[in-house]
């Protein structure tokens, strides 16, 4: 399909494990976000990347993680020493600017996410 | 920091009654955008408001954009049960906030037959 894929869909870790989370973005997207959505509420920003440029991480919550997209296309999420509230679903959402009717869109395509489980 | 609340949180209906959830900004936005995300399911792009004022329909979805650009509704005609699920409004903040998109807090919306 076309769509944005992630892997793995679900991952189980302790806590102190480190883990990898793959985003598979739209082909030819420029611009890729990573949201981390905890239970019943709605999705936060976590970082966004132009490319293989990383523009802004502002959201993420520790040092602990850490984002790359080296060649402009895939992402990984990379979460170190897993901590149990770091336990929520990861959403990456790929997308491109539109131009439709004269209105400049840049609609967010989102894959199915990985749901992390820290025990 | 900048914050996006919606009301209700939660919202149980008969089906072919009426729906509307309303989204406020606590700084003014360039945009807003509505999502649907069904249970288990991921966010799916609706519609995208620009304009102060604005109103767009969707069938029985009609789309609001506040006067001032910090607040933004979502109404459904005749609810059905294809409709369940959780609404989020998304905003770009007007300066400063770059590509990054603030989803407010949802509304889940139940139907009942």
Known sequence: GAGVSQSPRYKVAKRGQDVALRCDPISGHVSLFWYQQALGQGPEFLTYFQNEAQLDKSGLPSDRFFAERPEGSVSTLKIQRTQKEDSAVYLCASSNIEGLAGVIQETQYFGPGTRLLVL | ?113
Request: proline share 3%; hydrophobic share 30%; aromatic share 10%.
């Open chain 2, 1 to 113: 920091g900048q914050q996006v609340m919606q009301i209700p949180q939660y919202q149980h209906v008969q089906e072919g009654e009426d729906f509307t959830t309303y989204c406020n900004s606590s700084t003014t936005l360039s945009n807003i955008q509505w999502y649907k995300q069904r249970p288990g399911g991921h966010p799916v792009f609706l519609i995208q408001l620009v304009k102060s004022g604005e109103v767009k329909k969707q069938k029985r979805l009609t789309f609001q954009f506040g006067e001032a650009k910090k607040n933004s509704s979502l109404h459904i005609t005749a609810t059905q049960t294809t409709d369940v699920g959780t609404y989020f409004c998304a905003g770009h903040v007007l300066t400063g906030g770059g590509n990054k998109l603030t989803f407010g807090t949802g509304t889940q919306l139940k139907v009942e037959l």
